[in-house]
């Protein structure tokens, strides 16, 4: 499966919003107008586990004009805005999430967002550690091709100690 949102219907709405926020952030909007062609993220495969959020969006967005793989969830089960993780899937990122996930759904987007084509990511972009945990405890073996873990929260890295 390439993505799960709660209505992908919901897509062009979280377009219009998306391009709003892009308007709002100048930095990572120069960093895509500069890096972009250049594909200075070809080869990145990248797992992230951040908020699904219009500023996240964004993010998601500029990695991939990079050239990064990306694969998407959102580190808490009621923070994703549903018309914003709709317009990220129909772009073609698999997205897994969706405001109100059960703690189940929950687990399941987090070990979707690590299944890449030919492995699992080298890069993974984490808030509150739950993805670094995941890979650690359930899935050491990927750990083998990734070269770079960050975690968003001092919360997060205390979980990890």
């Known amino acids: 499966m390439q ?47 951040v908020h699904m959020t219009l500023q996240t969006a964004v993010l998601i967005e500029t990695l991939v004009e990079c050239g990064a793989q990306v694969r998407w969830c959102s580190c808490n089960i009621f923070s994703t805005q549903d018309n914003v993780a709709a317009a990220i899937a129909k772009t073609g990122v698999p997205v897994f999430a969706w405001k109100g996930e059960s703690l189940d759904e929950f687990e399941w987007c987090k070990e979707q967002v690590l299944k890449f ?41 205390c979980k990890l100690y």
């Open 117 to 157: 084509e030919n492995g699992g990511p080298n890069m993974v972009l984490d808030d509150a550690g739950d993805l670094t945990v995941l890979l650690h405890t359930k899935y050491p073996e990927l750990l083998k091709n990734v070269i770079g873990i960050s975690e968003q929260t001092t919360s997060g890295v």
């Open 3 to 49: 993505y799960k949102v709660a209505d992908i219907s919901l897509a062009d709405s979280g377009r219009k919003e998306i391009q709003m926020a892009e308007d709002e952030m100048p930095g990572l909007m120069e960093l895509r107008r500069k890096y972009g062609p250049l594909k200075i993220l070809k080869g990145a495969k990248i797992s992230g586990c």
